[in-house]
């Protein structure tokens, strides 16, 4: 019993003595701008773009790692399917989470990042109430300038474009998706 007890005092030894360098570097970003999407069937010839807000928070327990979450509030856009263009009848809304890994995101200067998300997008229709969602893996990658007090950032993601296939589009269509966002982030 008391080796049990050595243990289980020497895991919570270790465990704070080495987590707390990392909380006490840990910082994080809150903020917002502007998403905006480009799908695009490549099988039925129809490009479709959307535009929104949207809600970013970061985590950064290190200068060279984040957690990042974003969402995208619901926004229209407009298609084109062959020589026909105009608004689109779909609004699109969704959240991304993603695992960033690059250089110098906590200390004043520029800065670069690449990582691995995953995306949640609803597509509402606003004439015939249709619902059709889509999720799957994403590569973000981006570019920003930190100010010290506040950062602002450009991000493009590629979006796993089987994520689209059967539940937006028709099975066996040749999608792609690529997302840009342009934000401006506080530093807590």
Do not use: C
Not at 6 to 22: C, G, Q, Y
Not at 25 to 34: D, N, P
Not at 49 to 77: C, D, M
Not at 159 to 167: F, I, L, N, V, W
Request: zero cysteines; proline letters at 3%.
């Amino acid at each position: 019993m008391n080796r049990l007890m050595t243990n289980k005092a020497l895991v919570a030894f270790a465990s704070s003595i080495l987590t707390t360098p990392l909380l006490a570097e840990t910082s994080a970003q809150i903020g917002a701008g502007w998403h905006a999407s480009d799908i695009t069937n490549n099988t039925s010839v129809y490009d479709a773009k959307f535009s929104s807000p949207v809600f970013s928070a970061r985590l950064l327990p290190s200068k060279h790692f984040a957690i990042e979450t974003n969402y995208y509030l619901s926004g229209g856009g407009s298609f084109d399917l062959n020589d026909t263009s105009g608004s689109s009848s779909f609004e699109t809304s969704g959240l991304e989470l993603n695992l960033l890994f690059g250089s110098n995101m906590m200390e004043p200067g520029f800065f670069a990042y690449a990582g691995v998300g995953y995306f949640s997008e609803n597509w509402d229709s606003n004439v015939s109430g249709s619902h059709f969602s889509a999720s799957g893996l994403q590569a973000p990658v981006g570019l920003g300038y930190n100010f010290g007090n506040f950062s602002v950032d450009l991000q493009y993601a590629y979006r796993e474009a089987s994520a689209y296939d059967g539940s937006v589009f028709d099975s066996g269509s040749d999608v792609e998706a690529s997302i840009y966002q342009l934000r401006l982030l506080t530093n807590l």
